[in-house]
């Protein structure tokens, strides 16, 4: 029975194991993030008290090269001996490193603190989502187009981001109590409790299957991730786009977010208030992009605009806050405000993409290599942030961060051009399953792989159509093929009308029976005809937008079921 969570969450439809799985999952995360995040506010702000900001850019270079050697192994681990022993060794690094940092306080200390969190973050990259998604397409196979991952994943983010929030407000009001240093001791602590729940309750589903542990199975599964990315167009295009980018946002975030908090609040109890409020501000627009989401058919043209969209005008929104509200000598809540609103504005496309990207994801990246791939795209970035970080910090000295800024969002621009392209000009290569390749089987297209299926050139033997269903078949494939590819919608557009033919093929050959139809059969006729015209015009409508291939498989349709009749052209 659906409890008010699976409502909140949008996962009323799914069956009960499914349910139930989703609950788990979500439960470990919201714990296990709102640990790890319970402090991260301070993190910066306290190296910058033992270090100058050139040191600290030294240290986030550090970070990012342990990050980026430990992160795409352990993806390939995760894939290899399953994501809980990943996600246990994750927290355990993370309570060390928040000791470490604890007791911190010169240049080395606070190196060896951040190297121990680098190596926890390179652990924990990609990996519970990796973990979520496997499973996830186990447990909710009635879930096909992933309209309802996509408004769970939304709504989710949203409660796991207000979560997050209340974590930095309980830091900062923690921190009115006691010292940073005694709370970086006692979050350190909970995450080893919390890295011995993650072990206990991190299970997968019966039926994935996982290799011997043979030292060979790993170094296939370190290969597959590589190339999974390198042999995949899509996946190549894309992680190039998103490595210029996300080296754009490792710059921002490491050398000039938590100064720009610190400087607007002032206090540790303010900055704490601040990055809640653009949390919260976040949370809102995420909850109400996931719920926006499920109406959203055209998944490619979506996200590949808010991909486009997302680095320009955080950047140059950034830039404009900092113009219009530059920072005060002395606190003001006026311009607390005007940074929180500020964020919500500026990350706005950010929302949408950050919802429908997973959504895609889920049928282009194979699952046998999902760990390892999430992994390699944060191991890319941070390769090059080890470089681009040092120059940063001089350049900001130099020239001052709003103009780094500005070169930020050209930077960004580049990015998120290469990468919209590869999401909207990806072509859904679908394949028969192995079901499907057994002589005589009754395989329909809307019963093949997932949504990695596409109309084939050739039709298979065992599909076993009735003349007039492969006769229709075949002509809606051609003007589906006019561009050498079928999209998604006219991929389940030309699935819909060929299982409604069926039906309507069978009542044709038995009007046809007699060589004649008379009027109670044309009349069973004209039902079963208008059936596969509402049924096909209501999906294709669904989008809101008809291409012009679209239109022709309609208008082709239409003119094929009268022509049938007319005609008579299957008599039996």
């Known amino acids: 029975m659906a409890t008010m969570y699976h409502r909140v969450l949008g996962i009323s439809d799914l069956n009960s194991d499914a349910r139930e799985f989703i609950s788990r999952a979500t439960s470990l995360m919201i714990l296990y993030v709102f640990s790890v995040m319970l402090t991260n506010t301070f993190l910066i702000i306290h190296a910058l008290e033992f270090v100058t900001l050139t040191d600290l850019s030294l240290i986030l270079a ?12 352990s993806g390939a681990i995760g894939d290899w001996l399953g994501q809980r022993w990943v996600l246990f060794v994750a927290g355990l690094s993370y309570g060390v490193g928040f000791i470490v940092l604890s007791q911190a306080f010169d240049f080395v200390s606070v190196l060896s603190a951040f190297i121990l969190v680098a190596f926890a973050q390179s652990q924990e990259s990609g990996t519970f989502i990796a973990w979520f998604d496997n499973n996830y397409k186990l447990y909710s196979t009635e879930d096909r187009d992933r309209r309802t991952y996509s408004q769970f994943y939304g709504k989710f983010t949203m409660i796991g981001e207000i979560l997050t929030a209340v974590s930095f407000l309980l830091g900062g009001a923690f921190l009115a109590i006691i010292d940073r240093q005694l709370l970086f001791l006692v979050q350190g602590f909970l995450l080893l409790f ?16 996982r290799d011997k542990l043979k030292f060979k199975s790993y170094l296939r599964y370190l290969r597959g991730g590589v190339t999974t990315a390198t042999t995949n167009k899509t996946l190549r295009i894309m992680i190039l786009g998103m490595v210029i980018s996300g080296v754009g946002f490792a710059i921002w975030s490491g050398l000039i977010l938590f100064p720009l908090y610190a400087a607007y609040a002032k206090t540790d109890a303010w900055t704490a208030i601040l990055r809640a409020g653009v949390f919260v501000l976040g ?79 889920l049928d282009v990246i194979p699952d046998e290599n999902r760990n390892a791939v999430y992994s390699l795209i944060p191991t890319l970035i941070l390769i ?29 621009l580049v990015g998120s051009s290469i990468t919209a392209y590869a999401i909207y000009r990806h072509r859904i290569e679908r394949k028969v399953g192995p079901e499907a390749v057994e002589p005589c089987c009754p395989v329909f297209p809307s019963k093949m792989v997932d949504t990695q299926t596409i109309i084939p050139l050739t039709l298979p033997c065992c599909w076993s159509f009735d003349p007039v269903t492969e006769y229709i078949w075949s002509q809606l494939r051609e003007i589906a093929l006019r561009d050498q590819a079928i999209s998604e919608e006219e991929g389940s557009l030309i699935d819909r009308i060929v299982l409604d033919v069926r039906a309507y093929g069978e009542v044709l050959g038995k009007a046809l029976e007699d060589g004649e139809i008379d009027e109670g059969e044309r009349e069973e006729l004209r039902k079963a005809r208008n059936k596969v015209w509402i049924e096909a015009n209501s999906l294709a409508g669904e989008s809101g937008h008809l291409t012009s291939e679209t239109q022709e498989i309609l208008k082709r349709l239409t003119d094929l079921l009268k022509y049938l009749e007319e005609e008579h052209m299957f008599p039996v």
């Open 194 to 209: 919390v890295s011995l729940i993650l072990l206990s309750f991190i299970r997968d589903h019966e039926s994935l299957k």
């Open 283 to 361: 949370a809102i627009c995420i909850g109400v992009a996931g719920m926006v989401s499920k109406r959203i058919y055209r998944l490619q043209r979506w996200l590949a605009v808010s991909v486009l969209l997302t680095d320009v005008l955080f950047f140059l929104g950034m830039y404009i806050m900092l113009q219009v509200n530059p920072v005060p000598s002395t606190f003001t809540l006026v311009s607390i405000l005007f940074v929180m609103l500020s964020f919500a504005v500026a990350f706005s496309p950010r929302y949408l993409a950050d919802v429908l990207k997973p959504r895609f994801y």
């Open 62 to 73: 550090a970070q990012f090269a342990v990050q980026a050697s430990t992160d795409y192994p």
């Open 384 to 412: 090059v942030s080890v470089f681009a970080l040092p120059a940063a910090g001089v350049l900001i000295e130099i020239v001052g961060q709003e103009t780094v800024i500005l070169i930020l969002a050209v930077n960004g």
